[in-house]
């Protein structure tokens, strides 16, 4: 009979790692199904049905706790787990209404949260036994939780008992889809970019579009020279052409399906930034940054202490990026 592990974990906290022990526990057992939110819900899915058909199936359920599990805060920065909507919080709640086997597992030196830090629904979870996956030990870590799983009913590939385990590879993280309610807000995060709908694939495909208009063709070309070294470092690139001193700039994501991911919204971010340096005077009213916010950079450029915009609003992005990554 098939087996089912439900991996819960927090996008902004852990995605890589989650990812990586999905695809670990997938190849280690036999007979089981490893479950992992990929996409989030789309549009119309129903929450309840979604736990029907996967927590509730599950006979574990391993929650990936990291260092920002516990505090990681909503746009408004409210604390998500307080939120009983919070989809990490449902996970767990429903794990522990049909009274699954949760194993808390401690990644990046993480603490298991106090019993006060926890909304009251989640105080059972620290009452399960916890696991670290330490870095300089993490083959030792894998093999012991392994060997939890044996002990509560799961059968490992024989093939793989003896065999090394890997580390997570860094770099780029798996391209998840932004959800329709992430779509929704991309206006308030990037107010100078549209959604286009079907133009690589009819009913299919959704972009993201700018237009960056430049005082010479000269510039537009400059500014689309310095902004390829960015996409081929970080291995993300755009479609885009050229109208005399006009830029379009369409951002989506081909290998999920022609849909944005963070990786679209980063480079939307960067762009905006970079266009600063370029951008017409009769334009630079266009609220693409505060304009408070940019008088107060414009003003550490002219003291010295920045060589030009872009440098200066490197630091400032940086937080709000942050936050405005932490999808789950």
Not at 297 to 322: F, H
């Amino acid at each position: 009979m098939t087996k089912s592990i439900f991996i819960s974990y927090r996008k902004s906290d852990s995605l890589t790692l989650a990812f990586w022990l999905h695809a670990e526990l997938s190849r280690a057992l036999v007979d089981t199904k490893v479950f992992i939110d990929e996409k989030g819900l789309e549009a119309g899915d129903k929450w309840v049905d979604y736990l029907e058909s996967n927590v509730k199936l599950a006979s574990v359920l391993i929650a990936v706790i990291g260092p920002n599990w516990l505090g990681a805060q909503d746009e408004d920065y409210r604390r998500r787990l307080d939120d009983s909507h919070d989809w990490v919080r449902k996970e767990i709640e429903c794990a522990i209404a049909n009274n699954l086997l949760i194993i808390p597992l401690l990644v990046s030196d993480a603490e298991l949260p106090r019993k006060k830090a926890l909304p009251t629904s989640l105080v059972p979870l620290i009452n399960h036994q916890s696991f670290k996956l330490r870095t300089q030990y993490l083959p030792d870590d894998v093999n012991l939780l392994l060997k939890t799983l044996e002990q509560k009913g799961f059968e490992r590939a024989v093939s793989t008992e003896n065999s090394s385990i890997g580390f997570p590879a860094p770099g780029r993280q798996p391209a998840i889809p932004l959800s329709e309610q992430e779509l929704d807000q991309i206006p308030a995060i990037l107010p100078q970019w549209t959604k286009e709908n079907g133009r690589l694939e009819a009913g299919v495909s959704i972009e993201l579009r700018r237009n960056y208009e430049f005082e010479t063709f000269e510039s537009a070309m400059h500014f689309m020279l310095v902004a390829s070294r960015r996409f081929s470092r970080v291995n993300h690139h755009p479609t885009w052409q050229n109208r005399y001193h006009i830029v379009i700039v369409w951002l989506t994501t081909w290998d999920n399906g022609f849909k944005p991911s963070i990786y679209d919204i980063d480079l939307a971010k960067y762009l905006d930034i970079l266009y600063l340096d370029y951008e017409p005077r009769e334009v630079r009213t266009s609220l693409s940054v505060d304009p408070v916010l940019l008088s107060q950079i414009d003003l550490l450029v002219e003291q010295g202490m920045y060589p030009n915009r872009n440098t200066a609003l490197q630091a400032s992005v940086q937080e709000s990026l942050k936050r405005q990554n932490q999808i789950k």
